[in-house]
């Protein structure tokens, strides 16, 4: 149990377009999802912590107009990267709070993003 | 705020051997949780084993435990045994005791090399 999908697992989009990454809790509800960017052989970055229901909380330093994140049900929140640029080209990670179990975090697989 | 502290950016141990991975944190809370994540080439991050800081035991998780010293606001993994399966950088994370989802702090990561 407590698995987390994210989809897609891959993605290469031009520059100036803008990209949508899903992020699925498959067997249980989350409240609360985190988005994560992760750059080569570097530690994962909480980037915004996004709640159903309500406005996602972002981090310092990251752009909430630029990386926007909707929390629309139990089971699914999304990160559009808006207006992309190379430099947003990174491994995007979620992770996904049960309800019942707020001290463990699960984790979806990734999500490579290119940008040409 | 919270800091992890993991400082040793490469290490490497024998198949069979015995391996311990360092990970010192500050905080000022007195009640929370401690985490080893593993995350392979394929960038999934797995859950190897979890620590309330209330326990006094030390978790075990089959060939994994720690050494937690909670004065000492230490965290240390030792694997034993070593397979050549558990070749991938291990995160050491921090998350307040919190009612409702608390976030991770990570540490900067430990890449283990097993080899055979």
């Known amino acids: 149990g407590a698995v987390v999908s994210q989809h897609p697992s891959w993605v290469i989009c031009k520059s100036g377009t803008s990209v949508k990454i899903e992020c699925r809790s498959l067997?249980?509800?989350?409240?609360?999802m985190f988005w994560y960017r992760q750059f080569p052989k570097q530690s994962l970055m909480l980037m915004a912590t996004?709640?159903?229901?309500?406005?996602?909380?972002?981090e310092q330093g990251v752009e909430k107009d630029k990386f926007l994140i909707n929390h629309a049900s139990l089971t699914l929140s999304t990160l559009t990267v808006t207006s992309a640029h190379p430099e947003d080209s990174s491994f995007y990670i979620c992770?996904?709070?049960?309800?019942?179990?707020?001290?463990?975090?699960?984790f979806g697989p990734g999500t490579r993003l290119t940008v040409t | 705020a919270q800091t992890v502290t993991q400082s040793q950016p490469e290490m490497s141990v024998q198949e069979a051997e015995t391996v311990t991975l360092s990970c010192t944190y500050d905080?000022?809370?007195?009640?929370?949780?401690l985490f080893w994540y593993k995350q392979p080439p394929s960038r999934q991050m797995i859950l190897v084993i979890r620590?309330?800081?209330?326990?006094?035991q030390n978790a075990t998780e089959n060939r994994f435990s720690v050494n937690f010293q909670k004065a000492a606001k230490s965290f240390s993994l030792k694997i034993s045994d070593s397979q050549l399966g558990d070749t991938a950088m291990y995160f050491c994370?921090?998350?307040?005791?919190?009612?409702?989802?608390?976030?991770?702090?990570f540490g900067e990561g430990t890449q283990l090399t097993v080899n055979p």
């Open positions: 905080t000022s809370e007195n009640n929370y949780y």
């Open positions: 996004s709640n159903e229901g309500s406005k996602a909380t972002y």
């Open positions: 067997d249980f509800q989350a409240t609360t």
């Open positions: 994370a921090f998350m307040r005791q919190e009612t409702s989802g608390s976030r991770l702090t």
């Open positions: 620590q309330e800081a209330y326990k006094q």
């Open positions: 992770s996904a709070l049960p309800l019942d179990r707020t001290y463990e975090q699960y």
